[in-house]
């Protein structure tokens, strides 16, 4: 299944589903300085659908917040800790962040159940070499609207992503200048109406093998700690 001739939400379908034959596989990569990397399982077109990344996601301030005059006062304890996490997916996009790190509340037994929800160990090429997938964000709702039915049977895997509900504080209210906080349930009507997702493409034709690599589009210097060192752009 390719982009080119499908939705985001139909390709997102597609990789939900048990019976897909594997389109990647983790492996130990071949950039001397990542550890795990995911590899292609099979000869694949320009747009075909990868692999998810999963993850919790963390939305942006809302826009009625964001209307009001004046710089949002973010409360996020974790923001600052947040640039030492090498597994994060900004969606620029959709806005927010996907959390690589944060799985256990995406997995099941510990263990990632998908095995096409691998996308977090996808890596940044090395300079001898250039990406060859590109992240495609997208709202589960636009999925879950489309295919509930269908998803809700034991033929599909669970969304590997879930909506950010530790209850920690968020922004400062403009308005009331009152706290407002995450959700404290991943069950959150809320989050999950606006749960954000993102997919792996490829943008050029894959063989059995390749590694598959994406561009981190890091801004710098200076660089994040873990990705001093060996990190360059490839633009």
């Not at 019976?19 to 000869?43: D, Q």
């Not at 964000?137 to 489309?146: A, E, G, K, S, V």
């Not at 909506?163 to 069950?187: H, I, K, M, N, Q």
């Amino acid at each position: 299944m390719s982009l080119k001739d499908f939705s985001v939400e139909q390709v997102a379908h597609l990789l939900l589903k048990r019976c897909l034959p594997r389109r990647v596989l983790v492996k130990m990569s071949r950039n001397k300085y990542a550890g795990s990397g995911v590899f292609a399982a099979a000869p694949l077109k320009v747009g075909s659908a990868l692999c998810f990344y999963p993850g919790v996601y963390t939305p942006s301030v809302p826009p009625w917040a964001r209307s009001v005059e004046g710089e949002i006062t973010l409360l996020d304890p974790r923001h600052e800790h947040l640039k030492a996490n090498a597994y994060l997916m900004n969606l620029p996009e959709l806005g927010g962040y996907i959390d690589g790190l944060a799985l256990e509340a995406v997995t099941v037994n510990g263990a990632m159940a998908n095995p096409h929800a691998v996308g977090h160990l996808v890596n940044h090429p090395n300079k001898d070499q250039s990406p060859n997938a590109r992240v495609v964000p997208f709202f589960w709702r636009d999925m879950i609207l489309q295919f509930s039915r269908e998803i809700s049977s034991s033929e599909y895997f669970p969304i590997p992503n879930a909506p950010r509900a530790d209850g920690e504080p968020w922004f400062l209210d403009p308005l009331t200048f009152e706290t407002v906080r995450y959700a404290l349930s991943a069950d959150d009507g809320e989050g999950l109406a606006t749960l954000a997702g993102a997919v792996l493409i490829s943008t050029k034709p894959l063989t059995e093998g390749d590694e598959i690599f994406i561009d981190y589009e890091l801004n710098g210097p200076p660089l994040p700690v873990w990705a001093q060192g060996w990190y360059h752009s490839v633009k």
